[in-house]
């Protein structure tokens, strides 16, 4: 992408803000140097760790912190000879520790994702400097210092330093005693000088102590005297300092030849430090002006929603929010025309859209709304502004031709043009026709372009050509200031005239002027002005609409999380109340009989606190009649409170009821409950859904066929069909148990007698099934 074409969309001081807000001197040269990537797949991945790099910043998971610049390191580490000062070690000691910490942080899944994010998989999968990074921990000490335990030479020969100082001062100590020499002295304390040992003997006094002078004070009033006694101990310390930095320089040789050796991993590491360090910058950027990451991806659409310029929003005082901006062109749209006053906001558009588009091209987040999405443009190019050149020659509108004529050989499908008053600097009506065939030309080519322009030819055309959009800026009709608000498919008045009376030109001059434009008969603002109120009415009713519908939704989420709190806090009572009647029935305390009453009691309280938390079910209208006479034998309808479909075999008129195929199974189902194929049946709002699999529905009432199964899975099977039954309303059951032994048939009985909600029960009729089948009304 040309770097004019960013300078103009002023992308540098958007990268220079992000680098003011990384960590680091290498992170923060980085972020300068960003440009639009030149691949969809480069800028998803790029999009996706700033994703995660926003959520690990949001939840402190990392910190970044100032390190330094190891580049200039990397030219010893490639040479044979040259090895790594102290400081360099410190630095490359620093940063490992910060990719140590980078890699405990950031490998590990964020928030429970599976195995490793995108984010993740590239910290884990870096290169690392292990040897190196343990051997500068167990070397440096925290003050910048080799550690003594840094080589046994090192640590012996700093041990026999210390031993000597302290052989120093004791010596010293006894000899100013003995001699009584504390009142020659400026000080009572041993000092350095030249790394020596020496004492500081007052200059009066010069001549009272024997020694070697080393040097004087900067007033002259203190002599640095070296005595005697002390200078074959001075000497035995140089020899020894000597010996610790021979130590200390084989240490660094050590050190050196470790990272040579991990030169690559300490380059990986380094890199991805700075990376990181990039991607928590843009983090910071996206919180700052509350941006999100758009969708970039194939198609034409462009939908930028709530769209600022960042520039604006970052420099916005408080109270002074930047206003924003929907710049929404459809599938088949490629062209916005945008239209208004002077000064009412059209360039910043133009500029919002070019800047967006640059940067998120970047993997930058851009400061819009969520579900805003993009085109991949590979190429943008801008003609904003006043383009002459005095030194070569160019009026403004010589230079925009110019410019157009060089770049049009690139301009595709993938372009973004933006034209700001392009055509202007001519004769209006000639410039106007340019303008009109330049557009033409850029939609042939398939390019997407948004144009600002004062053209009422422009204008006309942006509301009439196929594939073009109009949309105008706003103003407030009573003191014809700009709103720099958007609207669209409408086009607006340049309102010079108040504008220039705004900027305080004669007011005689203005009359004159408004004369001319009435005797050319082409003042069209009074119905411009009157499309501009139209249009602010327009977008004042969708905000009230928009933010009615805001309050609403919370209105509603609050009461399903109440309504959720409720059913949460009843279900959890209703457990504890069960296992506490277990817990009674196993301890001996309640008979069988007694437990399973206490249990019904439970689930119809259960039943009695959910009607309460739901309210009254709605009542809904009433739905058409199901005709049965008109349903042919073999069509498919829908069994309402089973909520499946079947097919129908038989039909009772007399009865109205219908004998259906469920899966293969076969029952009579009352006109009641059913429904033409494909339509769903609700209570309450909620839809029914029958969770028991022995369930089915005939005459209007359940069915629940429990043959062939265990006396204590039947229990339960019943228990569960009972409380689905009373939870729809089911007044009348039926429970087919078979003929057998009777075994089956007599723990159906007893069950049902023991059952609170249970009015009464009895065997069918031989029609029915006889004693294969007991019908059950409930109360």
């Known amino acids: 992408m040309e770097s004019r074409t960013l300078s103009l969309l002023e992308f540098p001081k958007v990268l220079e803000r992000l680098a003011n807000m990384a960590a680091s001197e290498p992170a923060a040269a980085a972020c300068r140097a960003i440009v639009p990537l030149g691949d969809v797949a480069l ?3 790029e999009q996706q760790k700033l994703a995660e790099a926003l959520e690990l910043r949001r939840n402190r998971a990392f910190e970044f912190s100032p390190f330094p610049d190891l580049e200039p390191l990397f030219p010893v580490l490639d040479s044979e000879r040259r090895t790594l000062d102290l400081d360099a070690l410190v630095a490359l000691g620093h940063v490992l520790s910060r990719v140590a910490a980078l890699r405990d942080a950031l490998g590990q899944p964020i928030s429970g994702e599976a195995p490793a994010s995108v984010l993740g998989a590239i910290v ?7 040897k190196t990074q343990a051997a500068l921990t167990r070397c440096l000490a925290p003050d910048g210092r080799l550690r003594d335990e840094s080589s046994p030479e090192l640590f012996s020969v700093r041990q026999e330093i210390r031993s000597i100082h302290q052989t120093i001062l004791n010596k010293v100590k006894e000899f100013v005693s003995e001699r009584d020499l504390g009142p020659l002295l400026q000080d009572d304390y041993v000092t350095i000088s030249s790394d020596r040992y020496v004492l500081p003997l007052r200059a009066n006094f010069k001549g009272r102590l024997p020694g070697i002078v080393h040097d004087y004070s900067q007033t002259g009033e203190t002599i640095y005297v070296e005595p005697f006694f002390l200078v074959e101990i001075n000497n035995r310390l140089q020899e020894l300092k000597n010996e610790e930095r021979e130590a200390e320089a084989r240490v660094m040789a050590f050190l050196t030849g470790l990272a040579k050796d991990e030169r690559r991993e300490i380059v990986a590491s380094y890199r991805l430090l700075v990376d990181c360090d990039v991607l928590w910058a843009k983090a910071a950027l996206c919180d700052a002006f509350g941006g999100t990451l758009p969708e970039v991806a194939g198609g034409h659409a462009v939908q930028l929603l709530a769209a600022r310029h960042p520039l604006l929003v970052l420099a916005a005082a408080a109270g002074n929010p930047a206003v924003a901006q929907d710049l929404v062109l459809a599938e088949d749209q490629r062209a916005l025309i945008v239209t208004g006053a002077n000064a009412g906001g059209k360039t910043v558009c133009l500029k919002t859209l070019g800047l967006l588009a640059a940067m998120a091209l970047s993997g930058l987040p851009v400061p819009a709304g969520e579900g805003s999405s993009l085109p991949f443009f590979r190429k943008i190019f801008v003609f904003l502004g006043d383009e002459q050149s005095l030194e070569d020659h160019l009026s403004t509108f010589t230079a925009q031709i110019r410019h157009l004529s060089r770049v049009w050989p690139a301009i595709d499908a993938d372009t973004l043009v933006l034209l700001d008053e392009f055509g202007a600097g001519t004769d209006p009506s000639q410039g106007a026709a340019l303008a009109q065939s330049v557009v033409d030309g850029l939609l042939d080519r398939g390019a997407c372009l948004a144009a600002a322009t004062h053209f009422p030819a422009l204008k006309a055309y942006g509301l009439s050509r196929p594939g073009v959009r109009a949309a105008c800026m706003l103003f407030d009709p009573a003191t014809k200031k700009p709103l720099y608000r958007l609207a669209y498919d409408q086009v607006g008045a340049s309102i010079a005239l108040d504008v220039a009376r705004e900027h305080g030109l004669p007011e005689d001059i203005l009359e004159r002027a408004n004369r001319y434009l009435l005797l050319d008969g082409n003042d069209t603002g009074l119905v411009f002005e009157r499309l501009n109120e139209l249009a602010l009415r327009r977008e004042q009713e969708l905000e009230a609409i ?7 939704e919370q209105r509603i989420q609050k009461l399903k999380d109440n309504l959720q709190k409720a059913q949460d806090k009843l279900v959890e009572e209703m457990r504890e109340l069960s296992r506490d009647i277990v817990r009674r029935h196993e301890a001996g305390r309640l008979g069988r009989k007694e437990a399973q009453k206490a249990l019904a009691d439970a689930r119809k309280s259960l039943i009695d606190a959910s009607s309460d938390i739901l309210g009254e079910r709605k009542a809904e209208s009433p ?4 005709d049965l006479a008109t349903v042919p034998l073999g069509d498919t309808v829908l069994v309402v409170s089973w909520q499946k479909t079947a097919v129908v075999r038989e039909k009772d008129l007399k009865r109205q009821a219908a004998k259906v195929d469920i899966g293969g199974v076969s029952l009579w189902v009352g006109v009641a409950d059913l429904a033409a194929a494909g339509k769903a049946a609700k209570a309450g709002g909620t839809t029914i859904v029958n969770t028991a699999p022995s369930d089915a529905v005939r005459g209007g009432g359940l069915v629940c066929d429990i043959r062939g199964l265990r006396a204590d899975v039947a229990e339960s099977e019943l228990l ?9 309303g089911h007044g009348e ?8 032994t009777g075994a089956l048939r007599r723990e159906v009985h007893r069950l049902l007698k023991a059952h609170p909600q249970v009015t009464q029960f009895a065997l069918a009729p031989e029609d029915r099934g006889g004693d294969g ?3 059950v009304t409930l109360k």
């Open 43 to 45: 800028v998803a991945r």
């Open 124 to 130: 884990s999968g870096t290169p690392w400097a292990k």
């Open 546 to 552: 928009a933010a009615k519908r805001v309050v609403e």
């Open 623 to 626: 739905a058409a009649a199901f």
């Open 720 to 728: 569960a069909f009972l409380d689905q039954a009373l939870l729809r």
């Open 733 to 740: 059951l039926e429970i087919i148990h078979g003929r057998g």
């Open 773 to 775: 089948m007991t019908m």
